[in-house]
């Protein structure tokens, strides 16, 4: 959540409290030593939420193509 809203300040030019962003981020930077994994499985679902977000709430599907 907070890496999405980091996400959603930079994108709308909002003034965040990076300050708070960063230290709530490191607080959860010891699960890297447990899951080296952690940081991009994180990252991935803020992007979604950030996807999301940007796209007014409505979830886009992306097309498949060649399906047999």
Request: proline share 1%; charged share 20%.
């Amino acid at each position: 959540a907070e890496l999405g809203a980091a996400f959603v300040c930079a994108e709308l030019h909002i003034q965040g409290q990076y300050e708070q962003h960063a230290s709530y981020i490191e607080h959860w930077l010891h699960h890297l030593k447990n899951d080296k994994t952690f940081l991009f499985k994180a990252t991935g679902q803020a992007g979604k939420a950030y996807r999301f977000l940007m796209q007014g709430g409505v979830e886009v599907e992306t097309p498949l193509s060649n399906v047999a």
